[in-house]
């Protein structure tokens, strides 16, 4: 945060000084985002009383969340500057201490709010501030960040999203590449008020991994999409959590038309190896299984995957399957309260990224405009996942089907007023672990302000 303040004190003191900002004051936008979010979740079949302790059979929390975004455009000159910022704040509408999901008072451990003790906290906001400078089409932003990318995904699943800290580069000006390259500070997560270092699974302390977890203060990334026709593009990214884990990724995505419709082919693999004291100190293992009843290590893993797409008169058709190779579970910046990474089995509850799972999927969605109701959609997806490696089989398994509906209102005085209902049932054989079914009740408007 004092890099950022101190770079967004740089950026305002050169635009003050500008004979002529009429592109920053011009080009400026802010929008009002507003969503209103139910989830409710049932824990089922509770092995043993800690588990239970640890993790309720019933949750469900209600609230209103405020994203208030502004973005300048640049002054004007060979080089232009400018400032973006997001205020955040959401307000707790229900949600009790037996419906909170945290008994045991941890400090992140609640669904969609930080919790004070066993209950959740009337409400919780932050602010970001990114000061930005730009050359031809390469951008330079410092400060609060959302990067989506192969190695690193902001998650925007709950009342408000994850924001990150640090500073990001990114180019278009040859033609047909993209390419970007950052470094990461901080996080901070979907139900906080609080940057925080960063960390993955098994390293990360669970919901309590600011007072217990092993963390790090730098990630870097960086790759670039190269597009070699008009409808294939080639993709590398690297990642690196120091003391942690490096990922390389390599995908390919090709559209070609079919008849009359698009088929998409999605192709992705991961190869992440383990770095610093992830090779050695057992405080910073990641979680999998490493034989006999050894469930943490380094990180150690491959990941394959391929979906494919194919649409057609607002059905769309899909199918696919990913392989994870080696002893570690997928390894991808994880607090322990909740995120998202790049594969094609991140889901609604799960992200079947286990050691040695090999899962296929199914899905369908229409789009409704075909018959005459545009702004509705509808979509199903099923997965299944097997050979997880465990300390009691090597091949447990485990399923999840979501399920989504969404309209968005397309005229008059509500126009642009979302409506989504989002269910989930995972069920699986794994050891000590419980079934789950979930809903989610989503209503989203956002309000141009200028």
Known sequence: MKKSTLTLAITVGVMAQHANAAGFVEDSTATLKLRNFYINTDNRDSATAAQKAANQNYQAEWGQGFQLDFTSGYTQGAVGFGVDAIGLLGVRLDSSGGKHG????????????????????????????????????TELKLGTLMPKNPVIVSNDGRLLPQTWQGGQLTSGDIKDL?????QIEQVKGRNSSNNENLSIAGANGGANNAISGKTSNKFIYAGGDYKLTKDLTAQYYFGKLE???TQNFLGLVHNWSIGPGVLKSDLRYFNSKDDGANGHNPLYYTSGYYGGTTTKGKVDNNLYSGLFLYTVNGHTFGGGYQSSHGDSDFPWLNQGDGSSNY???DMQIQKF???GEKTWQARYSFDFARVGLPGATAGIIYLRGDDIDTPTTGNASEW???LTLSYVVQSGAMKGLGMTWKNAMWRNNIANTRQQDENRLILSYSLPLF
């Open 343 to 345: 594969t094609i089995t």
């Open 102 to 137: 945290n008994p045991t008072g941890n400090a992140y451990a609640g669904t969609v709010f930080p919790s004070d003790g066993d209950h959740a906290v009337d409400d919780f906001s932050s602010l970001g501030v990114t000061a930005k400078a730009k050359i031809s089409k």
């Open 178 to 182: 993209s390419l970007v390259v950052g």
């Open 400 to 402: 999840e089907r979501d």
């Open 243 to 245: 003391d942690f884990y």
């Open 353 to 355: 990224g286990r050691a």
